[in-house]
């Protein structure tokens, strides 16, 4: 319809216009535009008269059954059946880029996966599926923390568990109790490096230390095997997390260590014009970024997480020359990630326009209370999938996880952008009301109905009546709920059309009685595309359809 509106315009005013459609109350149509308005002012004449001279031409398309003028110059649309029913076989989304790079979930090696980068993975899952349905190609990118004063605690507190270097004692940590064992070395290296002023100083040591072994490319020494086979255990756990959670793969993981010397020469080459030098740091001063004062090299020589993002930034876009890159972190990292793009637009301005800083809010539980890693009350994120596993009620193994993950994937991406989220377990697995499991029943429910058809789609369709004619109309609407998640990044645009979606179903279900119906064959090509559209953007929200519920 927008391209008939422009041709219009075209034949009429001879000018080219973009065009504007929005979806209007439905009572007043199904497409409106204010194009009459913008366009008055550059041709003389009322809007209403233009919108009028629009309406005429619009009038004498087939796809059009009703156009009607409202206000000063609104010009509302109501397209005919069969224009309807043609449309509902495709929905074109165009993504912005062709080439993406979105990074997200970057769990750090030493410590457990908690929720808020489950909520990461998934959201980033969905994001990256939707972006390569508009047509981009997409690259998945995870980066962590494998150097840093983290990794010091907890290799402080490994040793103390190992009661010394003792390489042998590792073969003792059962290989399902890994990921618990290093995440309760790391708590107990943060409470004595806040607690023990001897202990501090013995992380801040070992920081340096494991900086050098990465320098030397020391894999000998007891201390050294100590890292490195506990780092790969971290790595192993990773991996078993993401198959549990059935995301797809990355194509790349970025140890901080590896973008630690990029991002250092990066620094050093800008010291003068950029960065500056203070008490043995180098710095990014306020009055050069304009935002505020932050340390890139520490007194000690070593490479702040700010240099460390510099350099994956680099990395990512020399592996796979991006158009665009999005990057995922929590909400109170904001101010953090103004200040790395300023500077790296200062240093290379191209690539510090296509950096974009996607933020999400942090899961609550039912007491309300913030998880935190440092203190060691986080939630472990298989924790909640296994919760949600136990709450499921299904026939087998497989539909019980697809259930338990579709209830939590969605009640997590429901969400806005941005905001903090509520978890509610009893809502998640809930077959009723806005949740997964709910929408997972929709799409099991439709391909009943379409089990039981014989009916093809070949013969002419009628003139739809009123729950027919709601429920195509909807199904027009899929293409614009991808469209808006494109547009900010948040997959709530598409949880809430599917909801929407499957709502409108209901009431066409009720009053339209699909099997052996004289109207069978029209309300079997409705249910059959409802039901590729429940499956498929269940399915770019990164959750399954059980065989049955």
Sequence with gaps: MEKSVQDAISRLYGVDSEIELTRPAPQFGDWATSVALKLAGQLGKSPREVAEAIAGEIRSLEEASEVSIAGPGFINIRLSDASIMASLAYAAVKAPVGRLLIEYSCPNPFKEIHTGHMYQTFLGDSIARIYEKAGATVFRANFGGDVGL????????????LEGEHTEKLDDVPENDRAAWLSRAYVAGSKAYEEDEAAKLEIIALNKKIYQLHADSDHDTPFAQIYWVCRQWSYDYFKKFYEEVAVVPFDSFYPESASSVPGLELVQGNIGPIFKESEGAVILPEEVSGLHTRVFVTSEGLPTYETKDLGVIQLEAADFAYDRRIIMTG?????????????????????????????????????GQKMSSRLGNVARAIEVVEAAREAVEAKDDTARRQIALGAVKYSLLKNRLGGDIAFDLEQSVSLEGNSGPYLQYAAVRAAKILSKTTKDTAEASPALDEYERALAVKLGEYADSLQAVLQDNSPHHLCGYLYELSQVFSRFYENSRVIGDDREALRAQLVRRYHHVLVEGLGLLGIEVPEEM
């Design 150 to 161: 983290h990794v010091g605690k907890a290799m402080w507190g490994i040793i103390k568990q």
């Design 331 to 367: 909400n109170d990292q904001a101010e953090y990630m103004k200040v790395v793009f300023a500077a790296l637009k200062l240093v290379d301005p191209a690539l510090g326009a296509k950096q974009v800083h996607a933020v999400n809010g942090t899961i609550r539980f039912g007491s």
